[in-house]
């Protein structure tokens, strides 16, 4: 994964929610952001794993996954993702109301390469996806550690 804030090319997002709503608001906060990206929006973990299965399908450069779905929770497919060698390079993104310590550091441990608690407000959720689709994902990756897995904002 490189950095693609500067490169011309579209950043690959998918979105794994049961919150309609808040695929709305998402949608809507990457419409705002300098950098070309595509949204695809599923509503559960099952439908993901799906998805990354099928042969064809472009896979993401960044997932979004929300902990708390029906059928098939974030913290599953964390696990199923990274355990994939052909998944695991993917930027997993966790994406949760909660900032639980418990939940965080089961995310950590899982290979999760951040967690970001779902930002207060519609401005704070564009500079918070700005930043997260901006970032150089393969340096990001050398340097994580627990002080800087988790983004609030």
Known sequence: MTDLSNSGDTVNIF???DD???HGLFAEALKELKIKTNLVSLFDGEELMKHLDVAGN????IVFLDINMPRKNGIEC???I???KELQQIAVVMYSTTSNP???EKCYEGGADMYLVKP???ENLITALDHVASMDWKHYKTVLSKENF????
């Open 15 to 17: 979105l794994v929610d």
């Open 20 to 22: 309609e709503d808040d």
């Open 58 to 61: 472009r896979k993401p450069d």
């Open 78 to 80: 964390l696990e199923e």
């Open 82 to 84: 990274k355990s994939s």
């Open 102 to 104: 418990s939940y965080i």
């Open 120 to 122: 207060y407000g519609f």
């Open 150 to 153: 988790v983004l609030t904002y």
